[in-house]
């Protein structure tokens, strides 16, 4: 399975170990979670913000969902919103339309992680394609992107009493 040649050149340039994960096209988090095998916690959702007029990346666990609100205090604006795939498609011009790795390090974004994906050892998050994920140790992730960790999840109707 290739994955995206910019992650993997900046992975193996800083000696981290990772596992490359293909599996069959999936598009949704959920989707994704469920052909890995994985629960949906265990699965880092990248999912792009428009705050005011700069994009911001936003991972948090896949059967999470954002707290908009929350999320624009934190980042220090009053308008945040979900941004459309059209809006953010060429931030990522050599990524499959919604499959980007949370590393908008090397797209020049800023990058917030939730503090539920800093609970668990590793992370597992798509590759750059919609065939593929990658498995590391949350630690090396947190040591190459420098993500700001803040709380910005809510929970999920379907988990919500």
């Known amino acids: 399975m290739a994955i995206l040649g910019r992650l993997r050149e900046y992975l193996d340039s800083n000696k981290v170990t990772y596992q490359v994960l293909g599996h069959q096209e999936a598009y949704t988090a959920p989707e994704v979670a469920h052909v890995l095998h994985i629960p949906g916690k265990e699965l880092a959702k990248v999912v792009m913000v428009k705050a005011g007029e700069r994009f911001v990346m936003v991972v948090l666990p896949s059967n999470w969902q954002i707290d908009l609100k929350r999320l624009a205090e934190i980042l220090g604006t009053r308008d945040a919103r979900l941004a459309s795939e059209e809006e953010f498609k060429g931030l990522f011009p050599d990524c499959e339309v919604g499959a980007m790795p949370p590393f908008g390090n090397l797209y020049g974004l ?9 609970e668990d050892e590793e992370i597992v998050f798509q590759d750059g394609s919609h065939l593929g994920a990658i498995k590391l140790r949350y630690q090396d992730f947190a040591d ?9 999840h809510r ?4 988990l919500a009493s």
């Not at 800023?110 to 503090?115: F, H, M, S």
């Not at 190459?144 to 910005?152: G, I, K, Y």
């Not at 929970?155 to 379907?158: E, G, L, N, R, Y």
């Open 110 to 118: 800023e990058v917030y992680v939730d503090r539920l994906l800093t």
């Open 144 to 152: 190459l992107v420098h993500p700001t960790v803040a709380e910005f």
């Open 155 to 158: 929970t999920p109707a379907k």
